[in-house]
């Protein structure tokens, strides 16, 4: 079997970004952004995706974590693109309905060439800490567009806007690590059209 595995680089007048993600990992993390409350959402999603990321980002906080998660969000998606090839043999979807205490989120994925963002998500809080929520959103569609995925998140239940985004972030682990799986009895790509 092929590796499942890319390296991105992102340099720029705002971050610099090294990220490297194997599809085909234990959930292994080594994450170092600056903004510690993403740092812990990327690992959440690492361990629950089964992938191996390391990911080393520096960007400029003080003027706030804006340009830090978006470019973040830039790479890892870029690397998921990359890692996946030509997706021949993949499953293609995945979905999870995630529960974390009082807060239930449903995310789905079609890893169709197409980036699209669809969030239906209501956080009570503008803050976590000294983390603004919603770079959630920009996150989420960041990752979607240069991933080139379609992504759903709905928010059914939550008051707690810690663990609605916990919940999100867990199930995209969930979502995608049910999306790039290999089905052995896939021939070619997942599509009519013969790619993806």
């Known amino acids: 079997m092929q590796q499942r595995v890319a390296g991105v680089k992102r340099r720029t007048g705002e971050t610099e970004i090294q990220v490297?993600?194997?599809l085909d990992g234990q959930g292994i993390y080594r994450v170092?952004?600056?903004?510690?409350?993403?740092?812990?959402m990327l690992c959440l999603f690492t361990?629950?995706?089964g992938f191996d990321l390391e990911l080393e980002a520096r960007g400029d906080l003080e003027v706030d974590a804006h340009?830090?998660?978006?470019d973040t969000a830039i790479c890892l998606g870029r690397a998921l693109k990359e890692a996946l090839g030509n997706k021949e043999g993949i499953s293609r979807y995945?979905?999870?309905l995630l529960p974390m205490d009082e807060a239930l989120v449903l995310l789905?994925?079609?890893?169709s060439g197409r980036g699209y963002l669809a969030c239906e998500v209501f956080l009570p809080s503008p803050r976590v800490g000294d983390f603004d929520t919603e770079l959630v959103e920009e996150f989420l569609r960041a990752l979607a567009m240069n991933g080139e995925f379609t992504l759903h998140v709905r928010l059914l239940a939550g008051r707690n806007t810690h663990h609605i985004i916990?919940?999100?972030?867990?199930?995209?682990g969930r979502a995608l690590k049910a999306a790039v799986a290999l089905d052995p009895r896939m021939?070619?790509?997942?599509?009519?059209k013969g790619l993806l």
């Open 67 to 70: 340009h830090t998660v978006e």
């Open 187 to 192: 021939a070619g790509v997942p599509s009519t």
């Open 166 to 172: 916990e919940a999100i972030f867990k199930a995209l």
């Open 108 to 111: 789905a994925v079609d890893l």
């Open 94 to 96: 995945g979905h999870a």
């Open 20 to 22: 490297r993600l194997n």
């Open 32 to 40: 170092k952004t600056g903004v510690g409350f993403l740092d812990h």
């Open 47 to 49: 361990r629950h995706a």
